[in-house]
């Protein structure tokens, strides 16, 4: 039976709104009419569909950011405290938040526990927004009554990792600006100056070089037919992101980013410390050992960093340490983290040792991207100066050539 999501008003004004099954809008308007309630608006809840029993949410409706995410947990924490039961802060945080799909979401999560289910099991519904380190911290916060602590965590963790991604994110935003800059004016040449100084050319009559000929058919190709360039450039991009979601292609991208000298280093230090943080909150939300790595390894991004995690939960499945699991993988984790894992392991002190490695390595991680800045901004300027000198040499050549001619 399809579900909408609805808002209804009483006679004395009051407005209601959520999530109810019927077979129609006549069926809904019905049903909220016994309960003295006038229909006004009903959308069928496309962004779920029910087969089976599962709600499967369709991603491509829209994601939930970080942030949003973020905020949801750090309310959810505070009004857990503070005694109001689960459905009520679920559709009052669902009125709040400005993202549709994650607000309808919310209220058939308030929906389903009023039913009388858990909220991990609720939140299992929609794993495009909750994934399954969140579903796996929640539920052993409500096995073990530590909802609130294990909320804090995770509180914490999404904190870290939005420090994380907005630091780098900081970081790369002048090379960036640099980059497009220098593409806008090399196009705005090829358009604008290249194609008047190629009907001069014409009208001389001069010889022209190959560098020049090169040029000059780029820059007509882009003014008459910029239409096919802007087409060309979605092909290629569509086909390169179609390559990159395959096993293969995914695996040679991870592969060449933990190959190039100066980008993989940020790439272990990022990913290494993302993999500890989680470690480090899934250890202390009492989720155990093995169940954590499996965890890690089906939400790493990198295909060796997640390889690595799924060959270590085996090894420490079949009674083996943590750093022992990750010993022969030097050359993707920093040794300096398999020392330092050794340690919490002899001390018994592991979680706290991780939270402290994730604090060094996600500052590592930052500096590393500061210092590419630096290191990218010289090489961005032998390029332009590369650039601007091949386009003045190919052009200003056959001037020179046709004053020698006169000459």
């Keep these: 039976m399809p579900k909408f999501f609805y808002t209804a008003t009483s006679l004395q004004g009051e407005k209601k709104s959520g999530v109810l099954e019927a077979k129609s809008e006549k069926e809904l308007a019905q049903i909220l009419h016994q309960e003295g309630y006038t229909l006004i608006s009903a959308d069928f809840e496309g962004g779920i569909s029910k087969k089976k029993g599962v709600i499967i949410s369709l991603s491509f409706l829209g994601g939930v950011s970080l942030t949003e995410k973020m905020l949801f947990t750090r309310n959810l924490r505070v009004m857990t405290e503070a005694g109001i039961s689960l459905p009520r802060t679920l559709r009052t945080l669902s009125a709040q938040s400005k993202n549709k799909k994650f607000a309808r979401s919310l209220l058939v999560i308030a929906d389903e526990i009023t039913r009388g289910k858990s909220l991990a099991e609720s939140l299992s519904l929609f794993p495009d927004i909750f994934p399954e380190l969140f579903q796996s911290m929640i539920r052993v916060g409500e096995e073990s009554g530590t909802l609130e ?93 179609f390559i990159l979601k395959t096993k293969l292609g995914k695996r040679a991208s ?63 499945q079949k009674g083996g340490k943590l750093s022992s699991a990750l010993a022969p993988y030097s050359d993707i984790y920093p040794v300096s983290i398999i020392q330092m894992i050794e340690v919490g392991e002899e001390t018994g002190e592991t979680s706290s040792i991780l939270a402290k490695l ?50």
């Design 149 to 241: 602590e294990v909320l804090k965590v995770l509180n914490m963790q999404m904190e870290r990792e939005y420090e994380l991604r907005s630091k780098i994110k900081g970081a790369l935003i002048y090379p960036a600006v640099i980059i497009f800059a220098m593409i806008g004016i090399g196009i705005l040449m090829l358009v604008m100056v290249v194609p008047r100084l190629a009907e001069t050319f014409r009208d001389l009559n001069v010889e022209l070089p190959f560098t020049t000929r090169v040029v000059i058919a780029i820059g007509d190709f882009l003014a008459k037919k910029w239409h096919l360039a802007v087409l060309i450039f979605l092909v290629f991009l569509f086909i390169s992101r």
């Design 358 to 407: 994730a604090d060094f390595f996600e500052e590592e991680a930052t500096n590393s991207t500061k210092n590419l800045a630096s290191i990218i901004e010289p090489i961005l300027m032998l390029i332009i100066g590369a650039t601007v000198g091949f386009f003045a040499i190919s052009m200003i050549q056959p001037i020179y050539s046709m004053l020698g001619a006169i000459r």
């Design 254 to 316: 991870d592969f060449t980013l933990l190959k190039i000298p100066i980008i993989a280093p940020i790439v272990r230090k990022t990913n290494s410390a993302w993999a500890i943080r989680t470690l480090s909150s899934l250890f202390s939300a009492g989720v155990p050992i093995v169940r954590s790595l499996e965890i890690i390894s089906e939400s790493m991004s990198n295909v060796y960093f997640k390889r690595t995690m799924a060959e270590a939960a085996q090894v420490v």
